[in-house]
């Protein structure tokens, strides 16, 4: 079984920075990407950064330009780097990857999430 670890987050003021990790963990032939959505109560769950193996990312609108996502291929862990933070931006933020296992396939793999929450 594959797991993915979350660590980070938080609480901050507005204007302030946390930072997020997920490692992935278990018997793991190849990562094919790793990212980090977001869900607020009552909200459905969007996508806020992904980041492929070979480093190329893509960040939803309303995070561009604040937030940073990185990995460490050696650690199969995948960072998001949160600047600038606004009260819009609290929620549970979830770790998500495609991961394929030895002797199989890719599947979707999601983090129990973490809460982060900005006040103003």
């Known amino acids: 079984q594959v797991q993915l670890v979350e660590s980070g987050g938080g609480l901050v003021q507005a204007g302030g920075s946390l930072r997020l990790s997920c490692a992935a963990s278990?018997?793991?032939?190849?990562?094919?990407?790793m990212g980090w959505y977001r869900q607020a109560p009552g909200n459905q769950r969007d996508l806020v950064a992904i980041i492929d193996g070979g480093g190329r990312t893509n960040y939803a609108d309303s995070v561009k330009g604040r937030f940073i996502i990185s990995r460490d291929n050696a650690k199969n862990t995948v960072y998001l780097q949160m600047n600038s933070l606004k009260p819009e931006d609290t929620a549970v933020y979830y770790c998500?990857?495609?991961?394929?296992?030895?002797?199989?396939?890719?599947?979707?793999?999601w983090g129990q999430g973490r809460q982060v929450t900005v006040s103003s």
């Open positions: 998500y990857a495609v991961i394929t296992r030895t002797r199989d396939f890719p599947r979707d793999y």
């Open positions: 278990g018997s793991i032939f190849s990562i094919n990407v």
